[in-house]
């Protein structure tokens, strides 16, 4: 997918210590829909760096999205990518690998979202079809 990136701001002082810190902020446009997002987030949660879709703000709220993507989708990684590009051409500070810790945490949730529901997984222990 051919993205490009046309803009990118640094939030200094990111904590790579904290759960969730926000590296940064991007405009990037993608040719073959004809569109640019402006607002994309850079990302540093638990050890993973993601691409956050641009909100919508009326009110100075920000609370609305006006894309929404999962995080490992192909359009995400691509943004993510120009993104991580942006943020060292701007002088962003090194991005720290995941810890285990922070590796395990995140195996852990997706093996649980993976089992459903706890009245799910109650059933599954109970046995109760």
């Known amino acids: 997918m051919n993205i490009k990136l046309d803009g990118f701001t640094v939030s200094r002082g990111a904590d ?61 990684q691509a943004i993510c990518k ?6 060292y051409k701007m002088g962003g500070a090194p991005i720290p690998p995941a810890t285990p810790a922070q590796t395990t945490a995140r195996a852990a949730a997706r093996r649980v979202a993976a089992k459903g529901t706890e009245e799910e997984g109650l059933r599954r222990v109970l046995r109760a079809d």
Do not use: K, Q
């Not at 607002?39 to 638990?46: E, F, S, V």
């Not at 120009?82 to 943020?87: A, H, K, S, T």
């Open 82 to 87: 120009e993104l991580v590009d942006g943020y």
């Open 16 to 76: 790579f210590a904290r759960g969730f810190t926000i590296l940064g902020y991007g405009e990037v446009t993608i040719p073959d829909l004809g569109m640019t997002l402006r607002g994309c987030a850079l990302a540093y949660i638990h050890g993973e760096v993601v691409a956050l879709p641009p909100r919508l703000s009326e009110d100075g709220t920000a609370s609305l999205r006006a894309v929404i993507w999962g995080n490992h989708a192909p359009i995400s």
